[in-house]
């Protein structure tokens, strides 16, 4: 989650009462042409059948060359420690890959439950319905029709990676 | 900042001083070696023919420390189709083969020049995969000229510190190898130069509007104004410790190599070694952070 505004989260630039802020949330941005994959060199960063950029933790290295390759701040995150948990299990679905000390994590878009039919955990939690997800070649789908009714946008589409996240405005 | 990345450094330092020495060695077996006396000869395949081969393996050895799990460490090689740093790992291990081959073949006494001019082109090529690692990411502080001028100039750089320790530790300097060794500072002086000019135009590209804009909080570029300031510090620190040290090297062959003058070599091989690991730092400061 990243604030558009001061200096760090949660905080407002301007000058009262002309005070701005602004969330945005940024996850990995699901690209088609992910340069996160081109240059990974054990593929353990790879695009599945249906379009997610997944990360295979067993086959990574932890040489962060992802991380570099990727234009967008901050949706991997290297494990230099070993994660801990609270609970005996990783906290959230216990479905998902654990993560492992010496590699790089990012999100999936929880790929184990959208193999269910389920949405990613994202999408069920929020609380302002604020994001949704879908097949957006698919014409019905809900995705789809609000990306003919809204004004949207994608981040940093002049480095050629076509993001999948739209942003609506 | 950089104390996760001291493999990182120290890897890139070491492959392009082992590829330094051996394209230099193919450059002198192939041009001057009738006008070399035995000694000299002898100096020039110890020194750089078997020194490049032990640096080269510490360098892959030592990027080991760089990956969060080194065990793995094979699978580097998995994506030649489209990773750089997998290209990077295939030839750089090809060159260290061609290395030992070379290295055999010299110490049979068997003619190795053809052999070592392949193993520097491979070198070459090494290094320019270890660039275009950089150079892909599309940051703004690599995706520039300045990151080929780096790494190709270490090569270069360290070719010539080599050429002066090969030919001026012997004491007396015959006119040719002086004249050669003069050139080789000129050109050292011209890498720096050109270095210190290119530094202009990124200063001014990494400076531009840091404003408030979403597209600047979403790019993962970590060039803020402290990475700037720490690679602008780191660069000018090391092409001064560089500049230094060619000036060194430059007064001893003023001298003749004669004493007590002739001791500043080994002082100047140091600060032109101390120059490129600064520039290095400076360089990886540019696109790298804690996280």
């Known amino acids: ?169 | 900042m950089l104390r996760k990345e001291w493999s990182l450094i120290a890897n890139s330092i070491l492959v392009q001083l082992s590829v330094g020495l051996v394209l230099f060695f193919a450059i002198y077996r192939t041009f001057m070696a009738g006008n070399l006396d035995f000694d000299a000869n002898r100096r020039l395949a110890v020194f750089a023919m078997f020194f490049a081969g032990p640096v080269v393996i510490a360098g892959m050895l030592i990027s080991l420390f760089h990956l969060g799990n080194p065990l793995r460490a094979p699978s580097a090689i998995k994506n030649i189709r489209s990773s750089w740093l997998s290209r990077e790992v295939v030839l750089t291990s090809a060159y260290c083969a061609l290395w030992l081959v070379t290295f055999l073949v010299e110490s049979g006494d068997g003619n190795s020049t053809f052999l070592s001019w392949i193993t520097a082109l491979v070198g070459v090529v090494a290094v320019l995969s270890m660039a275009n690692i950089y150079y892909a990411t599309g940051r703004p502080g690599w995706t520039d000229l300045n990151t080929f001028t780096s790494f190709f100039g270490s090569v270069v750089i360290f070719g010539i510190v080599s050429s002066f320790l090969i030919f001026l530790s012997s004491g007396s300097v015959e006119p040719l190898v002086t004249k050669i060794l003069n050139m080789l500072g000129y050109l050292f002086i011209a890498i720096l130069f050109l270095r210190f000019v290119q530094q202009w135009p990124l200063f001014s590209r990494l400076k531009q509007d840091k404003g408030r804009h979403i597209s600047n909080m979403v790019s993962a570029s970590s060039e803020n104004e402290a990475n700037i300031k720490q690679y602008k510090s780191l660069t000018m620190l090391g092409l001064g410790c560089s500049g230094l040290g060619v000036l060194f090297a430059m007064l001893v062959l003023i001298t003749a190599n004669s004493e007590p003058w002739a001791a500043l070599i080994p002082i100047a091989a140091l600060l032109v070694i101390a120059g490129e690991v600064l520039g290095r730092s400076g360089f990886y400061a540019l696109g790298l952070s804690d996280r």
């Open chain 1, 1 to 169: 989650m990243l604030t558009y505004g001061g200096d760090s989260m949660d905080t407002t630039y301007g000058t009262f009462p002309n005070l701005e802020m602004q969330f945005l949330t940024l996850n990995c941005q699901q690209c088609e042409n992910p340069s996160c994959v081109k240059a990974c060199p054990a593929e353990a960063t790879y695009v599945r059948e249906d379009g997610i950029v997944m990360q295979n933790y067993d086959d990574c290295i932890g040489c962060r060359a992802c991380i570099m390759a990727c234009p967008y701040s901050n949706v991997r995150t290297y494990n230099d420690e070993k994660p801990e948990y609270y609970s005996t299990y990783p906290l959230g679905d216990s479905g998902i890959d654990p993560q492992q000390k010496g590699t790089v994590s990012k999100c999936t878009f929880c790929h184990h439950r959208i193999d269910q039919g389920l949405e990613p955990n994202c999408i069920d939690v929020c609380p302002a319905k604020a994001r949704f997800f879908g097949d957006i070649e698919d014409s019905d789908s809900e995705v789809a029709q609000l990306l003919k009714k809204r004004k949207v946008m994608r981040f940093l589409e002049d480095k050629g990676t076509a993001p999948s996240i739209y942003y609506l405005i």
